[in-house]
Nanobody, 125 residues
């Protein structure tokens, strides 16, 4: 099993940037498809970005061109670089992992078995 711990959240003004990290332990991230999800207050969880074990990426339309998912297998860490942040990006962000190898990497949280505790991102206008 893999354990996931997110960090890097915070408060930023609109137009700013943040980089989220998700440190994995117990198993190598190279063995999993990984994803970032978010949930705003009163809203359903939304898939933001996903990456396959060989590095193929997928993004929600709402973040395309602004967010970049990446991973460092040597550091066993997943990242989410978030640029041009908007107030509507405010949410709790979670990383997740799945052993599934269906392609493309899923953006549905139901496909993921392992979750971190989340990190809060707040974007003010």
């Amino acid at each position: 099993q893999v354990q996931l711990v997110e960090s890097g959240g915070g408060s930023v003004q609109a137009g700013g940037s943040l980089r989220l990290s998700c440190a994995a332990s117990g198993s190598p991230v190279s063995s999993y498809y990984m994803g970032w999800f978010r949930q705003a207050a009163g809203k359903e969880r939304e898939g933001v970005a996903a990456i396959t074990s060989d590095g193929s990426r997928r993004y929600a339309d709402s973040v395309k061109g602004r967010f970049t998912i990446s991973k460092d297998n040597a550091k066993n860490t997943l990242y989410l670089q978030m640029n041009s942040l908007k107030p509507e990006d405010t949410a709790m962000y979670y990383c997740a992992a799945t052993s599934s190898k269906l392609w493309p990497a899923p953006l549905s949280g139901n496909s993921y078995s392992y979750w971190g505790q989340g990190t809060q991102v707040t974007v003010s206008s």
